[in-house]
């Protein structure tokens, strides 16, 4: 078993914390930044309901006794190292967790008791001397097969991501939800510090656990954790919003801490933060589905209750830009088959026929991708925005979309109707909007290098005199989004030529996407695939007029598009496609104006309009105020009639930084700007993702690549400041217009594989280059029907010419 130098550091205390650099300062520290919030209501917010006060602490005082003879707990009083705390709080935590294992499996939960805050409660355990219920049985300590918590300190955890920090991930203390000894099945997490000069320590390390938790359980909605800090704890809610912290409770003398900590095992499994849609088997796990969300046709049957099916879960995909973060969106892509139960007519329980009808006239259950996620509640749906494109070539087929009800608790609508078809939703699943928190100014993130001192500073003062602010988290709602087109990434594909096709057709969906005033943004490996299998085709949008593209420069465009899909692709179905929208704009019919903020390259631009002359009629003039001194006014932008409507302005798109147009890459550096992304932006990125795949190729299992290799994809993501990787994109660009690319040609041939050295590859890099490249250098922007007719000839052209 490898060392683990956090059991043999006591001093400092921060130490503890594994030094990956990447992790913890790229992911962790970034992503927690003004997300950890102080909740002065925690309790009455999420332990409402708790058992008996009476009975717990009566049962914990027959169990210890120590506690029965003290009214204490047995903690030490001089607390040297935090190591010396940990079976002492080890025995405090399972000692609550027997007494609350008998009462749950005595009573109902209808006679759990409702508490506005368990902290009204008498301060000292001798107030509770009343008799205990007699209904609860098993007063020596409860069954063996229950589950307990268990020191993990020295232990190595099984774990199924390749991320390397889980190697040096060891929680000190843990519950498990069945006899499985993994992060898939964590319930419950306890980090032990020295005292309460660590708390941002402390809550770092609990934010480490969480990444694993939420990478390695797909169906976790929040996540609740425990952070001892000496004779202090405080509890610690994970989820797609960022932290919540409540305040410090003592665990020797204090019976509330107790109360609480019986409250948080008592919650059921949709308060622990399970989606109780998932479920689990020995061959595999499963997720149910309401009827209504699995066709565009069918409508609910208001009389009715809801029917569901159930469908098979058949591969988890891997959403590295998002699922690999506890804040955020937290996306899991499922692809799910239709489970029908044995028999020749497989008729589902509650069905009345239909699914008898629909399977006999099926010979293969219905396969889907699910993807849920947590969008915010002041963006537009990314569900919204598919049904606006069904049909598009090159984009996913849509099935349905819509907003998660919290289950079991929905009462907004009647019987049988999904939230989905409904707009009153005060039941959808939500974080939680909070009153009154707040975020103190001395710890609004977890930097590893805030001295002990300062770490918090909660236990030298109280919290109320310490230098505050009222604090609002962004709200985030679960939605899923279903549709029928299965793929696999474009790089899996089996051939140069296969690829190079797939692209073609991925970027002839974004152009049917922007001629419908939807800009993509994320164009990145991950969001090309190969199509493998859909529910169904459709064609109609190749040749049927779409009305509701208005603006001039777009009409000519769709017109555009439909000569250029029966020249190319004819009637064939496409074989690649874009899929998520999640990060996409709306583009606007007016043209915004500018702002002092925004004058420049943010602006939706071509790179070599803006550095021309041209640039003086943006500077913004200034006028005389009132006081005499300077102030801005706004102008009206100068714009060109054919460049087509512009989005709003927007903050960049994280987790996408390798595949950047030279033009965002160079804002990258600007906390929170705010930018205009223009359709040339991702073409740009098309291309990049199109050279990133030729060197990244791997020929076969085992095979390592090349060290030329190695060192070019290096060159995509450079994180000094001195942005080597501008200039290097600058020059292939450069080498492409040019050169006729021989710098990129030889480059490819030094990567030594397969698809860099194909002949086809290389030439549609070097030409999609060229194509990028003479777009940088215009003057002004060129109609997008010209452009994107110009990129897929061009490519076309390679197809045939290198057959």
């Given at each position: 078993?490898?060392?683990?130098?956090?059991?043999?550091?006591?001093?400092?205390?921060?130490?503890?914390?594994?030094?990956?650099?990447?992790?913890?300062?790229?992911?962790?520290?970034?992503?927690?930044?003004?997300?950890?919030?102080?909740?002065?209501?925690?309790?009455?917010?999420?332990?409402?309901?708790?058992?008996?006060?009476?009975?717990?602490?009566?049962?914990?005082?027959?169990?210890?006794?120590?506690?029965?003879?003290?009214?204490?707990?047995?903690?030490?009083?001089?607390?040297?190292?935090?190591?010396?705390?940990?079976?002492?709080?080890?025995?405090?935590?399972?000692?609550?967790?027997?007494?609350?294992?008998?009462?749950?499996?005595?009573?109902?939960?209808?006679?759990?008791?409702?508490?506005?805050?368990?902290?009204?409660?008498?301060?000292?355990?001798?107030?509770?001397?009343?008799?205990?219920?007699?209904?609860?049985?098993?007063?020596a300590l409860p069954d063996k097969c229950a589950q307990y918590f268990e020191d993990w300190s020295t232990r190595d955890l099984g774990y199924t991501q390749p991320d390397k920090i889980m190697l040096h991930l060891r929680p000190d203390i843990i519950l498990f939800h069945n006899e499985w000894r993994s992060w898939t099945s964590i319930k419950l997490i306890v980090e032990i510090v020295e005292d309460t000069r660590y708390?941002?320590?402390?809550?770092?390390?609990?934010?480490?656990?969480?990444?694993?938790?939420?990478?390695?359980?797909?169906?976790?909605?929040?996540?609740?954790?425990?952070?001892?800090?000496?004779?202090?704890?405080?509890?610690?809610?994970?989820?797609?919003?960022?932290?919540?912290?409540?305040?410090?409770?003592?665990?020797?003398?204090?019976?509330?801490?107790?109360?609480?900590?019986?409250?948080?095992?008592?919650?059921?499994?949709?308060?622990?933060?399970?989606?109780?849609?998932?479920?689990?088997?020995?061959?595999?796990?499963?997720?149910?589905?309401?009827?209504?969300?699995?066709?565009?046709?069918?409508?609910?049957?208001?009389?009715?209750?809801?029917?569901?099916?159930?469908?098979?879960?058949?591969?988890?995909?891997?959403?590295?830009?998002?699922?690999?973060?506890?804040?955020?969106?937290?996306?899991?892509?499922?692809?799910?088959?239709?489970?029908?139960?044995?028999?020749?007519?497989?008729?589902?329980?509650?069905?009345?026929?239909?699914?008898?009808?629909?399977?006999?006239?099926?010979?293969?259950?219905?396969?889907?991708?699910?993807?849920?996620?947590?969008?915010?509640?002041?963006?537009?749906?990314?569900?919204?925005?598919?049904?606006?494109?069904?049909?598009?070539?090159?984009?996913?087929?849509?099935?349905?979309?819509?907003?998660?009800?919290?289950?079991?608790?929905?009462?907004?609508?009647?019987?049988?109707?999904?939230?989905?078809?409904?707009?009153?939703?005060?039941?959808?699943?939500?974080?939680?909007?909070?009153?009154?928190?707040?975020?103190?100014?001395?710890?609004?993130?977890?930097?590893?290098?805030?001295?002990?001192?300062?770490?918090?500073?909660?236990?030298?003062?109280?919290?109320?005199?310490?230098?505050?602010?009222?604090?609002?988290?962004?709200?985030?709602?679960?939605?899923?989004?279903?549709?029928?087109?299965?793929?696999?990434?474009?790089?899996?594909?089996?051939?140069?030529?296969?690829?190079?096709?797939?692209?073609?057709?991925?970027?002839?969906?974004?152009?049917?996407?922007?001629?419908?005033?939807?800009?993509?943004?994320?164009?990145?490996?991950?969001?090309?695939?190969?199509?493998?299998?859909?529910?169904?085709?459709?064609?109609?949008?190749?040749?049927?007029?779409?009305?509701?593209?208005?603006?001039?420069?777009?009409?000519?465009?769709?017109?555009?598009?439909?000569?250029?899909?029966?020249?190319?692709?004819?009637?064939?179905?496409?074989?690649?496609?874009?899929?998520?929208?999640?990060?996409?704009?709306?583009?606007?019919?007016?043209?915004?104006?500018?702002?002092?903020?925004?004058?420049?390259?943010?602006?939706?631009?071509?790179?070599?309009?803006?550095?021309?002359?041209?640039?003086?009629?943006?500077?913004?003039?200034?006028?005389?105020?009132?006081?005499?001194?300077?102030?801005?006014?706004?102008?009206?932008?100068?714009?060109?009639?054919?460049?087509?409507?512009?989005?709003?302005?927007?903050?960049?798109?994280?987790?996408?930084?390798?595949?950047?147009?030279?033009?965002?890459?160079?804002?990258?550096?600007?906390?929170?700007?705010?930018?205009?992304?223009?359709?040339?932006?991702?073409?740009?990125?098309?291309?990049?993702?199109?050279?990133?795949?030729?060197?990244?190729?791997?020929?076969?299992?085992?095979?390592?690549?090349?060290?030329?290799?190695?060192?070019?994809?290096?060159?995509?993501?450079?994180?000094?400041?001195?942005?080597?990787?501008?200039?290097?994109?600058?020059?292939?660009?450069?080498?492409?217009?040019?050169?006729?690319?021989?710098?990129?040609?030889?480059?490819?041939?030094?990567?030594?594989?397969?698809?860099?050295?194909?002949?086809?590859?290389?030439?549609?890099?070097?030409?999609?280059?060229?194509?990028?490249?003479?777009?940088?250098?215009?003057?002004?922007?060129?109609?997008?029907?010209?452009?994107?007719?110009?990129?897929?000839?061009?490519?076309?052209?390679?197809?045939?010419?290198?057959?």
């Amino acid at each position: 078993m490898p060392d683990d130098s956090r059991v043999y550091l006591s001093k400092p205390q921060r130490q503890r914390i594994p030094q990956s650099t990447v992790f913890l300062d790229d992911i962790i520290e970034a992503e927690f930044k003004d997300a950890i919030f102080y909740d002065p209501n925690f309790f009455r917010n999420f332990f409402r309901i708790v058992p008996s006060p009476t009975d717990v602490l009566g049962l914990c005082r027959r169990y210890d006794w120590y506690l029965h003879v003290h009214n204490k707990w047995n903690i030490p009083e001089d607390i040297d190292d935090e190591k010396c705390l940990h079976q002492p709080v080890l025995h405090i935590l399972n000692t609550v967790k027997s007494a609350t294992d008998a009462i749950l499996g005595s009573l109902t939960r209808a006679e759990m008791i409702s508490v506005s805050d368990p902290r009204l409660g008498p301060p000292q355990y001798q107030a509770y001397h009343g008799p205990i219920n007699r209904r609860i049985r098993g007063l020596a300590l409860p069954d063996k097969c229950a589950q307990y918590f268990e020191d993990w300190s020295t232990r190595d955890l099984g774990y199924t991501q390749p991320d390397k920090i889980m190697l040096h991930l060891r929680p000190d203390i843990i519950l498990f939800h069945n006899e499985w000894r993994s992060w898939t099945s964590i319930k419950l997490i306890v980090e032990i510090v020295e005292d309460t000069r660590y708390l941002a320590a402390g809550i770092k390390q609990l934010a480490c656990y969480a990444f694993a938790i939420f990478a390695h359980q797909p169906w976790r909605r929040h996540w609740y954790s425990l952070l001892i800090c000496g004779e202090q704890a405080t509890f610690v809610r994970f989820d797609r919003a960022g932290v919540l912290y409540s305040c410090f409770l003592n665990i020797a003398n204090n019976p509330t801490f107790a109360v609480t900590l019986a409250s948080l095992l008592s919650l059921d499994t949709v308060d622990q933060g399970i989606d109780a849609a998932f479920s689990f088997a020995k061959d595999g796990g499963y997720i149910n589905l309401p009827e209504s969300m699995l066709s565009k046709a069918r409508r609910p049957d208001v009389g009715n209750p809801i029917i569901t099916r159930r469908f098979r879960i058949l591969r988890t995909f891997d959403d590295l830009s998002s699922k690999r973060r506890v804040v955020g969106s937290g996306t899991s892509l499922f692809r799910i088959r239709e489970h029908l139960p044995p028999g020749p007519e497989c008729e589902t329980e509650n069905s009345k026929g239909k699914a008898k009808e629909e399977s006999a006239g099926r010979n293969e259950p219905a396969e889907y991708v699910l993807k849920l996620s947590w969008r915010l509640d002041d963006g537009r749906p990314e569900g919204e925005a598919l049904e606006d494109v069904d049909g598009v070539f090159g984009i996913p087929q849509y099935v349905s979309h819509g907003d998660i009800t919290i289950s079991g608790e929905c009462r907004c609508s009647p019987p049988g109707v999904h939230p989905s078809h409904i707009e009153y939703r005060n039941c959808v699943d939500r974080t939680p909007v909070l009153p009154g928190l707040r975020a103190f100014r001395n710890f609004r993130d977890v930097l590893a290098s805030i001295p002990p001192e300062n770490v918090g500073g909660v236990s030298q003062a109280p919290r109320e005199t310490l230098p505050t602010s009222n604090a609002t988290r962004r709200n985030r709602i679960y939605s899923y989004v279903l549709t029928s087109s299965i793929g696999t990434p474009m790089e899996r594909a089996v051939s140069p030529r296969i690829y190079v096709r797939a692209m073609m057709d991925a970027i002839l969906g974004y152009w049917g996407l922007y001629n419908r005033g939807i800009i993509h943004r994320g164009i990145s490996p991950l969001n090309l695939l190969i199509l493998t299998q859909q529910l169904e085709s459709t064609r109609t949008r190749r040749t049927e007029i779409d009305h509701r593209i208005q603006y001039g420069a777009l009409v000519e465009s769709e017109k555009q598009l439909r000569e250029a899909l029966r020249d190319t692709v004819g009637t064939r179905s496409p074989i690649g496609m874009l899929v998520d929208l999640s990060s996409h704009q709306r583009l606007g019919y007016s043209k915004a104006s500018l702002t002092p903020e925004v004058v420049g390259e943010n602006r939706a631009l071509p790179h070599k309009f803006l550095e021309s002359k041209d640039l003086d009629k943006f500077k913004v003039k200034r006028r005389k105020g009132n006081s005499g001194g300077s102030v801005a006014k706004r102008v009206d932008t100068f714009t060109f009639d054919v460049d087509g409507p512009q989005p709003d302005f927007g903050n960049l798109v994280c987790c996408n930084e390798r595949f950047y147009s030279i033009r965002v890459a160079r804002m990258i550096m600007t906390p929170e700007l705010k930018y205009q992304h223009h359709f040339y932006d991702d073409l740009e990125s098309f291309f990049w993702v199109m050279l990133w795949t030729a060197i990244s190729h791997v020929d076969s299992r085992g095979k390592d690549r090349s060290e030329s290799a190695t060192r070019y994809l290096a060159n995509f993501h450079q994180t000094d400041p001195s942005r080597l990787d501008i200039g290097w994109k600058e020059m292939i660009l450069d080498d492409c217009l040019l050169r006729s690319g021989a710098k990129t040609i030889a480059m490819l041939d030094a990567s030594k594989n397969s698809w860099a050295s194909s002949r086809l590859l290389q030439v549609a890099i070097v030409t999609f280059g060229f194509q990028i490249g003479a777009l940088r250098e215009e003057e002004q922007v060129s109609p997008p029907a010209e452009v994107f007719d110009a990129l897929i000839s061009a490519l076309e052209g390679v197809m045939k010419t290198e057959s």
